[in-house]
């Protein structure tokens, strides 16, 4: 208890610091103009699940970060489906497109969330590489299915967020989930053939 009330006042305090930062900025006639982005790189076990701190367990509790935007004067808030599963790698194409940028690289991870489509249906990543507890994995996540692959281990975890907000039914040996487990599998090994094919291209302009 004691270890949640610390967390609950940390975030109390950078509640208040933002409150200052938004009246300085409208003090000085700079609000209307400003792109405000608000997040975090992770979140805290806090004792859920019998786990503190974080490390390479995907709960919700940890990869399920706030994203606040507040575009500045002139840009449509409307275009952008607040439903939507975001990554953070799509902040630095967003700000980018915002900033005026037209073209973006094509090997840019993330989408420009001012023209997503609300229909659009896509995957999003978490990744721990070789944590202290020598695990590597990735967790794919895809409407309410959120899935975690172990590299080298027979185990996995397939969750299905709507059924399971509580994350403690794992589908992974569901012989009825096996369509929705390939899809995602398939998905993260699409995503890190891009990465590894990204990275030689960089390199290769070196």
Same mark, same amino acid.
């Given at each position: ?40 790189? *992770?979140? $805290?076990? @806090?004792?859920?699940?019998? &786990?503190? +701190? !974080?490390? =390479?367990? *995907?709960? $919700?509790? @940890?990869?399920?970060?706030? &994203?606040? +935007? !507040?575009? =500045?004067?002139?840009? $449509? ?130």
């Amino acid at each position: 208890a004691q270890g949640r009330a610390h967390y609950y006042s940390m975030i109390g305090i950078i509640d208040k610091e933002l409150q200052r930062l938004w009246t300085e900025l409208e003090d000085r006639n700079l609000y209307d103009d400003t792109l405000i982005i608000v997040t975090s790189d *992770h979140g $805290e076990l @806090l004792g859920d699940h019998g &786990l503190w +701190m !974080k490390g =390479p367990f *995907h709960y $919700e509790q @940890l990869v399920k970060v706030p &994203l606040i +935007m !507040k575009l =500045p004067k002139g840009h $449509e808030c409307s275009k952008i489906d607040t439903n939507q599963t975001v990554s953070l790698t799509d902040v630095t194409p967003t700000c980018l497109s915002i900033a005026g940028k037209a073209e973006l690289p094509d090997e840019m991870d993330g989408i420009d969330l001012t023209c997503s489509s609300k229909d659009q249906k896509r995957t999003v990543f978490v990744e721990t590489i070789q944590d202290w507890h020598a695990l590597n994995c990735t967790t794919a996540i895809s409407g309410n299915m959120k899935m975690t692959w172990y590299a080298n281990e027979d185990f996995g975890e397939l969750i299905d967020l709507e059924d399971d907000p509580f994350e403690v039914k794992n589908k992974w040996d569901d012989e009825g989930a096996r369509a929705v487990k390939m899809k995602l599998l398939s998905d993260i090994l699409n995503m890190k053939v891009k990465a590894t094919w990204s990275v030689k291209k960089r390199i290769s302009y070196a």
